[in-house]
């Protein structure tokens, strides 16, 4: 089993083809965008220079996904991003995007928690198979951003049938109010 805790090792032969160390195989951008999505970091290297390619490759694959109309920058954040490299603020830039990415992943694993864990609706039969219908609606919504640990809180077992009944009826009710006072 490959090691997950370390960066997937690439490398780029003379001829510019990628090898995947782990499963020793050639792969193509695609399939390291696929790895990328499914929260394993890349490491990309040059085999004869030893040079780290990673920046390169990925901003390739970033081109890639837009010019085939995949677009996610749009084009004020291009051009802003342009101007960084020839101004002054491209010490700032850096760091507010890093600031800004970590804190929409930290903001997608709270709303992901907060599904399961804090939802009355929790306790509702079929309430697993909604979940998972949000949890794909919002890895598709962020393009598969999603934190790897994320995963859906379990509903929890009653402890006798009556109570069941009871907690679902005053959840509910509990909830009613809190949709009535939204309304407001």
């Known amino acids: 089993m490959a090691n ?6 690439i490398k780029r032969y003379a001829s510019r083809r990628l090898y995947n ?14 790895f990328i999505r499914e929260g394993r970091e890349v490491q990309i290297v040059d085999l004869k220079s030893g ?11 970033i081109a890639e996904h837009e010019s ?4 996610v920058l749009p ?20 760091q ?6 970590d804190m929409l992943r930290d903001g997608q694993s709270k709303i992901m928690e907060n599904i399961g864990s804090t939802n ?13 219908q949000q949890q794909a609606f919002m890895k598709a919504m962020t393009g598969g ?22 907690n679902i009826k005053s959840e509910l009710a509990a909830l009613q109010e809190k949709l009535s006072k939204l309304g407001k």
Do not use: N, W
């Open 51 to 61: 040079d780290d390619l990673t920046r390169q490759y990925l901003l390739q694959i």
């Open 145 to 166: 951003m999603m934190p790897t640990g994320a995963k859906p809180a379990e509903p929890a077992k009653p402890e006798r049938a009556d109570d069941d009944l009871d």
């Open 120 to 132: 009355p609706l929790a306790k509702m039969p079929g309430f697993e198979a909604m979940q998972a």
């Open 21 to 34: 160390t782990e499963t020793s195989d050639y792969v193509t951008l695609e399939d390291i965008a696929t």
């Open 4 to 9: 997950t805790s370390q960066p997937l090792l």
């Open 96 to 101: 507010f995007l890093a600031q800004s990415f």
């Open 75 to 94: 084009v004020d954040v291009l051009t802003d991003l342009v101007r960084s490299y020839t101004s002054q603020s491209m010490s700032v830039v850096p």
């Open 68 to 71: 085939r109309g995949e677009s």
